[in-house]
């Protein structure tokens, strides 16, 4: 049976991972060693081996990668608001497109 995310966030976070490092921003090592240290610190600082623990370290290390990438939430937010205007402009069943001509 496939498995489900218990939160939107949980998904929306692992997507953002994904698209950063899809787009060039980070690399999949950069990523993997940066997640890893953040459950390293979980760890040591005595957090329980659950999901909720888990996800708040992929939140830490997506915002240190974005901070290292010099993403702005003022970059995110134009991003998700070119997303927005995307899908409310492409008809039902077409592939959603930005301006810019890219699908990411």
């Given at each position: 049976?496939?498995?489900?995310?218990?939160?939107?966030?949980?998904?929306?976070?692992?997507?953002?991972?994904q698209?950063?490092?899809?787009?060039g921003?980070?690399?999949?090592?950069?990523?993997?060693?940066?997640?890893?240290?953040?459950?390293?610190?979980?760890?040591?600082?005595g957090?329980?081996?659950?999901?909720?623990?888990?996800?708040?370290?992929?939140?830490?290390?997506?915002?240190?990668?974005?901070?290292?990438?010099?993403?702005?939430?003022?970059?995110?937010?134009?991003?998700?608001?070119?997303?927005?205007?995307?899908?409310?402009?492409t008809?039902?069943?077409?592939?959603?497109?930005?301006?810019?001509?890219?699908d990411?």
């Open positions: 049976m496939p498995r489900t995310f218990a939160e939107p966030w949980h998904a929306q976070v692992l997507g953002l991972a698209l950063l490092v899809d787009a921003h980070v690399t999949p090592a950069d990523w993997a060693q940066t997640l890893g240290a953040e459950l390293t610190r979980a760890t040591r600082d957090k329980p081996d659950t999901e909720d623990t888990y996800f708040s370290a992929v939140l830490a290390a997506l915002e240190r990668v974005s901070a290292e990438a010099n993403i702005t939430p003022r970059d995110l937010e134009s991003r998700v608001e070119a997303w927005r205007h995307a899908y409310l402009d008809p039902h069943g077409q592939p959603v497109r930005l301006k810019d001509g890219t990411r």
